[in-house]
């Protein structure tokens, strides 16, 4: 079907505004979108229709616009909702980039629209597309992703399922063991080239721009996608577009929970009041916790914020209790995760003493995903509500040191710090930078203004346990050049490095930096 066959639907009236030239243009699919920026759910050939609710200013549609023309979309369908007309600046972007345009009438709804071009399309692809807009008035109803998958399996034998990267099952047409979602997944993250082929499944991205796979979800299909018909690799494409609208629709950082919870962690960070933070654990579910866990993960390479935070969720998801897999009835842990500055922190109603094991084995099963990405985690010990601050600076310390590690992931619990570290981590961040400044801030100014290294001095000096003659050949020093430079520590500072208490102020400083 091509765009002219539209002018004879007399009973539609339409009218054409733009693109009078370009009207022999097939019609593959037909599509209702309000996004501001559809080309990614779009694969060529579409119909698109709009009731501009994207539109917030002229340059909006310049936008839209470039967009579909980009994405190969045929045609534009649009209608300014309350009045009917079309904007003068949607009609010059669809000009300037070729677009035809036409107008839809006011009283004519885009679901009778497309169901006048559905029944004009080949019969051999009348059921798939059935099938997607059915699907899509579901999901506009808010009905999910479960009927559409349904649906399809029952109309069309194709079983499908849609899974987030560690294998958490989100949707499906039928039940999935735990085994054979957790081979998928590992196909989804470790295969070069997606779609692929393995062991009888189709496997799909669901956005194909996601930096990471670990943050993206995909779509799993009974049988070969090579062997299928075009229209039924097309359906596939179709779903997992629609799952790529149903992973924003569910996106909790969009909801009122979600910017709950980022709240909660600054403030927790920030040393927030308990009359602020108790409320915001109420709303996230994880009030009333015998005892919290927080943990904190960076990562280094070109994973973006919100990337990093969905694979902080599937870390978490695969390593709590009740947190992955199907059925899809499983009740997932709750969770609040933050971005602070370059790290996701997120807080764990827990008292396991096996979590940091867990991420650890979560952390590898996911890292061939990260897309070259390194990753660096780091778990506190169990803390009551009172020192969710004390676990969350502790969880951000034993990351640090995870970044010393070897490897494309690392993940340091609270087993592997020193007792010094704990203590540390409860201690107000305006006493940590008093303390820190008073004691090194006058070596750090020495150092930049002569070109020394007395803060290096200090750190072999103490690192020898104040042997003089192994931190001289740590440092390959004269032993006279070294007791020059301790004398100038010691002079700076006012403090005696012969005695053991102000040895262990030094320590304790640059523990803290």
Partial sequence: MRLNALLGM???GLSVVAGHDDLERPIRWVVTTDLLDPGRYLSGGELVLTGLIWRRAPADSETFVRALAR???SGLGACEARSGDLPADLVDACRRHRMPLFHVPQALSFAEVTEHIVRHLSTARASDVTAVLDRHRQLVSGAGLDPVLEMIGRDLGMRCWVLTSSGRLVSGSSPLDRDTAAAMARTFLTVKRLPCSRNGYSIFPVDEQTTSRVADWFVAVEGCFTDWPEERQALAGELAAVAALERVRLDDRLSPEGRIAQELVRLVVTEGRPSDILPRLEVTGLAGAPGYVALAAA????????????VVKEILYAATPGGTGPPPGDRLTPLAIGIVGEEALALVPCDDPGLTERVRAAVRELAPGLAGARLTVGVSGTAPVEGLRGAVEEARYARRMAEGKPGPDAVVGQDELATHVLLLASVPDEVRHMFRVRLLDPLRS??????ADLVG????FLQCSGS???????????VNTLRYRIQRIQDLTGRDLSRLEDRVDFFLALRLQ
């Fill in 299 to 310: 990562a280094h390479g070109a994973l973006r914020p919100a990337e990093l935070r969905a």
């Fill in 10 to 12: 007399t009973e539609l």
């Fill in 71 to 73: 994405a190969g979309a």
């Fill in 457 to 460: 001095t200090l750190e072999a």
């Fill in 446 to 451: 020495y150092d930049q203004v002569h070109k």
């Fill in 468 to 478: 003089w003659t192994r931190c001289s050949e740590l440092l390959h020093v004269h």
